[in-house]
């Protein structure tokens, strides 16, 4: 990949009071409305199971701004993880960058202003928006540093990771040899949370509708599913996709209200679950709200959080991933999505995001390829 200064201002860096008329000149739309339609289709893939949703938290709270070593160490993240699960899945990975960590649920953190979601998310358009052309990361660059963190990881890991990423070195070359040049990576989408009052970030006109004026995808929370919460009639007055967190105090009568609420038309790729069980919980309560939810016929994309209930459980994290991935298998339906942490390499004895990768990777792809039984030789 080749160096180059990026900018990372905003042109804009003073801030004004929340919900005052100057907040929504201060916050002019980011993105053309298409973008986040455009990710809405690849939603729909995933959906389907033609695609492979790819998630990448930000360590940022609320309130923050990021750091724009921060921004790029997501963005590095999610080039790894898409050479590893599209050659281990066999699908398009739809990669996605969040701006800011959600609010905590206790407040403690304290709220995102809407300027300050707006300068967070300008800060990651601008990288996002650079890495194209000469600076746009490639497959085997994404794949060398995949190298490196296998060679420098402990011995049992070393030894279980190193022949995926020599069969996708293997396949780099022979792609290489047919086209003469490298393949690149797609451009992430980024992501935001809904404010309780998003009065001074108003919806953009465009194609079809309203869009967000700052983040392609907007996350709430399945308690917004109440009548008179404002995150939810925010959601729904928008066309961007919407993600929704699922967690184990989760009703299937709030999950069946928001869905009815902001997919009424019932259109692929509108809304993503994303669900925090628990590994000790997963096998419980997924499948039964997987049909619930297929009962209403909503085409969504199924995603997962391993790490937010599984957080004094190392082995959880991948257990929970598992039996995910293998649920959905068992079900018929689509584990169409993952959230990595921000945390890159760990933290607290959990494995980090390339970890939980590699394992996942690992297990589909001997799944896909299972090693064959040696003939016994004739005497």
């Given at each position: 990949?080749?160096?180059?200064?990026?900018?990372?201002?905003?042109?804009?860096?003073?801030?004004?009071?929340?919900?005052?008329?100057?907040?929504?000149?201060?916050?002019?739309?980011?993105m053309w409305p298409g973008e986040a339609g455009?990710?809405?289709?690849?939603?729909?893939?995933?959906?389907?199971?033609?695609?492979?949703?790819?998630?990448?938290?930000?360590?940022?709270?609320?309130?923050?701004?990021?750091?724009?070593?921060?921004?790029?160490?997501?963005?590095?993240?999610?080039?790894?993880?898409?050479?590893?699960?599209?050659?281990?899945?066999?699908?398009?990975?739809?990669?996605?960058?969040?701006?800011?960590?959600?609010?905590?649920?206790?407040?403690?953190?304290?709220?995102?202003?809407?300027?300050?979601?707006?300068r967070a998310s300008a800060m990651a358009l601008?990288?996002?928006?650079?890495?194209?052309?000469?600076?746009?990361?490639?497959?085997?660059?994404?794949?060398?540093?995949?190298?490196?963190?296998?060679?420098?990881?402990?011995?049992?890991?070393?030894?279980?990771?190193?022949?995926?990423?020599?069969?996708?070195?293997?396949?780099?070359?022979?792609?290489?040899?047919?086209?003469?040049?490298?393949?690149?990576?797609?451009?992430?989408?980024?992501?935001?949370?809904?404010?309780?009052?998003?009065?001074?970030?108003?919806?953009?006109?465009?194609?079809?509708?309203?869009?967000?004026?700052?983040?392609?995808?907007?996350?709430?929370?399945?308690?917004?599913?109440?009548?008179?919460?404002?995150?939810?009639?925010?959601?729904?007055?928008?066309?961007?996709?919407?993600?929704?967190?699922?967690e184990a105090d989760t009703t299937h009568d709030?999950?069946?209200?928001?869905?009815?609420?902001?997919?009424?038309?019932?259109?692929?790729?509108?809304?993503?679950?994303?669900?925090?069980?628990?590994?000790?919980?997963?096998?419980?309560?997924?499948?039964?709200?997987?049909?619930?939810?297929?009962?209403?016929?909503?085409?969504?994309?199924?995603?997962?959080?391993?790490?937010?209930?599984?957080?004094?459980?190392?082995?959880?994290?991948?257990?929970?991933?598992?039996?995910?991935?293998?649920?959905?298998?068992?079900?018929?339906?689509?584990?169409?999505?993952?959230?990595?942490?921000?945390?890159?390499?760990?933290?607290?004895?959990?494995?980090?995001?390339?970890?939980?990768?590699?394992?996942?990777?690992?297990?589909?792809?001997?799944?896909?390829?299972?090693?064959?039984?040696?003939?016994?030789?004739?005497?």
């Open positions: 990949m080749t160096g180059t200064e990026i900018e990372t201002g905003t042109g804009n860096e003073t801030g004004t009071e929340t919900g005052t008329g100057t907040d929504a000149v201060a916050c002019p739309p980011l455009e990710l809405r289709g690849k939603l729909a893939a995933a959906a389907r199971g033609e695609a492979f949703l790819l998630h990448a938290g930000s360590g940022t709270s609320p309130g923050a701004v990021p750091r724009a070593e921060h921004i790029t160490r997501q963005l590095t993240l999610l080039a790894q993880a898409m050479v590893v699960l599209s050659y281990a899945l066999g699908v398009p990975v739809v990669p996605v960058a969040e701006i800011h960590a959600p609010p905590a649920a206790d407040g403690g953190a304290g709220p995102a202003r809407p300027p300050d979601v707006h601008n990288l996002v928006r650079a890495f194209s052309g000469d600076v746009r990361p490639d497959v085997p660059w994404a794949h060398e540093l995949n190298r490196a963190f296998v060679a420098s990881s402990p011995e049992r890991e070393r030894a279980r990771y190193e022949p995926l990423t020599g069969r996708i070195g293997s396949a780099l070359s022979f792609l290489h040899a047919c086209a003469g040049r490298p393949a690149v990576l797609p451009r992430p989408a980024v992501s935001r949370t809904v404010l309780a009052d998003d009065s001074a970030l108003p919806p953009a006109d465009g194609p079809g509708g309203r869009w967000d004026p700052v983040g392609h995808l907007v996350w709430l929370h399945h308690s917004s599913a109440g009548a008179g919460c404002g995150p939810a009639a925010a959601a729904a007055r928008i066309g961007n996709p919407l993600g929704v967190v699922v709030a999950v069946l209200t928001l869905i009815d609420r902001l997919d009424p038309e019932r259109s692929a790729g509108r809304l993503t679950f994303l669900t925090r069980f628990g590994a000790d919980r997963i096998t419980d309560l997924l499948p039964e709200l997987v049909q619930k939810v297929a009962s209403t016929e909503a085409e969504v994309v199924w995603a997962c959080d391993p790490w937010h209930r599984n957080r004094r459980d190392p082995a959880g994290v991948l257990a929970e991933a598992d039996a995910f991935m293998e649920l959905h298998r068992t079900l018929g339906t689509h584990a169409g999505g993952l959230h990595l942490p921000p945390h890159h390499d760990g933290a607290a004895g959990r494995p980090g995001a390339l970890d939980l990768v590699l394992a996942l990777a690992v297990t589909a792809s001997d799944r896909s390829h299972p090693p064959k039984a040696t003939a016994p030789v004739a005497e």
